[in-house]
């Protein structure tokens, strides 16, 4: 089962930002899509909580220095 959520991420400002977030949470098995917008500091993500639980993949943004400061279903 496929969960689509945004998450706020207010560290992202550029397209250096964009390329880490995205590459980090693409690396996960489970994610299906990950997708910054950087002037609304959010991404868009699809992911199978069967396989990767959210808690990990902020985690994971928090040790690239992205830490999630709201998560809207």
Known sequence: MQRHISLVVPAISCDHCKHTVESTLQGFDGVQMAIVDI??????????????????????????????????A
């Open 39 to 72: 002037a609304n500091k959010r991404v868009a993500l699809s992911y199978d909580p069967e396989k990767i639980e959210l808690s990990k993949l902020e985690e994971a943004l928090s040790e690239e220095g992205y830490d999630v400061a709201d998560t809207r």
